[in-house]
Structures are given as structure tokens and as C-alpha cells.
């Protein structure tokens, strides 16, 4: 089935620890992204990518790192994690960046402790 | 600068009809979108509007005007399926999207 496969689905992590979430597509989409959703908040763009080989901030970026080697792999990294980047993490995909519809992972779910 | 705003909850009776309210600001726009998130999955997308009026989806409709800054998503016929978070989001000059925080819609029988 087409789509975006996160990985993993959950995880509990210490502080300090480093992290990878990994999102991978099938739909040779351009665009790609990672978002956290937080209660109360709306989903919060961390990094982007419009095309394999290069890589944007979003709103928020601090602590978070992003690769784009290819078209299908966009793998978000926590170098040293912290209680505060407990969140839902989700990457979403887009054909092109002025496209409009999103399609998502079923995303991560992130404790640190 | 820019913001979006949206209802934090609504509640309506199966059967009936609900109107989600989505207000923003922006100097670029470049659409609206609506998405819908039931709890503990990820949002899937429902509409996009990116000229003035209404556009209609079977059960679902969704309006927009520029001029206003002004969005709203209707839902018909509402069904206990129909109970799920809906975000509004619209698209900046840079193509990237701003999400409001979404509105909890309770469908009571």
C-alpha cells in the first residue's frame, strides 16, 4: 500500500539520548516534512525538505537535525534529548511544495524522561 | 505576522448540521485547507480552497473568503464517525502551512 511508514510507533527515551525517527515514502513525493503535535497546539513544523538534497528550518528546529540523501528517506534526528521534545512526531509528504494536500505518517509518540 | 484561529470545541447531535469557523492573518496566502483528525491517528485531508466561495463534497462543504480572512467547514447529515478533531490550516507565501490548533467536534446521539 502507497503511502509513509514511520518508525518507531512509540518510544520512551532518557534524556541525553540520541534519537532517529525514521519516515520513509513511496509516493516519489518532492516535498517532505516533520511536524510535532503537542495538546492544545497546533501541528508545529520542525524541518522540511522541498527536494532531495536540501533541507529547511521550520518553526521550530532548535535540537532537532534532518538528512534528505534520497527521495524517499527524511530521517529526524534528536541529538540529546530533552523532556521537552516529548511529542507526537509526524512526517508528511507533498508531490510538490505548492501542491497543497498532505499526506501523513500515523506517526511517533516520544517520552523522555 | 501571521495566525490562524479556530474554535477549541463544538458539540452537536447526530443528524444535524455544524459549522466549523477557521479566522486568519497573513500578508501571503496561497490557499485553505481543512484536514480532519480522529484521536490517536494522523489528520487526512478534506478540502482546499484557494479562490472565494464554497466548494461541496458530498456531505462535507467548505468556504472561504480572502477578503476577510474568513473559513468555515460544514458538515451535513453528522454522524457519530463525524466525531473528530478538525484542523484549518492555510498555506503562506513560502508554501508552508500554519495550522491552527483544531476544533474538538463531540457528536452526541
Same mark, same amino acid.
Given at each position: ?10 518510544? *520512551? ?8 525517527l ?10 517532505m ?11 508545529? $513544523?520542525?524541518h ?28 529526524? =534526528? $534528536? ?6 521534545q =516529548?511529542s ?15 499526506f ?10 | ?6 474554535? =477549541? ?7 444535524? *448540521? ?18 480532519q ?9 478534506l ?16 468556504? $472561504? ?26 498555506m503562506?507565501?513560502?508554501?508552508? $502551512? ?7 467536534? *463531540? *457528536?452526541?446521539p
Amino acid at each position: 500500500i502507497a503511502g509513509i511508514t514511520q518508525a518507531p510507533t512509540s518510544q *520512551i527515551l532518557a534524556a541525553g539520548r540520541r534519537m532517529t525517527l525514521r519516515c520513509t515514502q513511496d509516493m516519489r513525493h518532492n516535498a517532505m516534512y516533520w511536524y510535532r503535535q503537542d495538546l492544545g497546539l497546533g501541528l508545529r $513544523l520542525i524541518h522540511y525538505s522541498n527536494t532531495a538534497g536540501t533541507t529547511g528550518k521550520g518553526e521550530v528546529p532548535d535540537g532537532y537535525s534532518v538528512s534528505r540523501a534520497n527521495t524517499d528517506d527524511f530521517p529526524l =534526528t $534528536l541529538a540529546s534529548a530533552v523532556p521537552s521534545q =516529548t511529542s507526537v512526531y509526524f512526517c508528511a509528504s507533498m508531490e510538490r511544495e505548492e501542491a497543497g494536500e498532505l499526506f501523513f505518517g500515523e506517526g511517533s509518540r516520544l517520552t523522555v524522561l | 505576522g501571521q495566525n490562524i484561529d479556530q474554535p =477549541t470545541e463544538m458539540t452537536a447531535t447526530e443528524g444535524a *448540521i455544524v459549522q466549523i469557523n477557521c479566522t486568519y492573518q497573513t500578508s501571503g496566502f496561497n490557499g485553505l485547507f481543512w484536514y480532519q483528525q480522529h484521536a490517536g491517528e494522523a489528520p487526512t485531508f478534506l478540502s482546499y480552497n484557494v479562490l472565494d466561495g464554497l466548494e461541496e463534497k458530498g456531505r462535507f462543504s467548505s468556504f $472561504l473568503s480572502r477578503s476577510k480572512g474568513y473559513s468555515y467547514l460544514l458538515l451535513k447529515e453528522l454522524q457519530m464517525k463525524d466525531s473528530a478533531s478538525y484542523l484549518c490550516a492555510f498555506m503562506d507565501s513560502n508554501y508552508q $502551512l500554519i495550522w491552527g490548533a483544531g476544533t474538538k467536534l *463531540i *457528536i452526541k446521539p
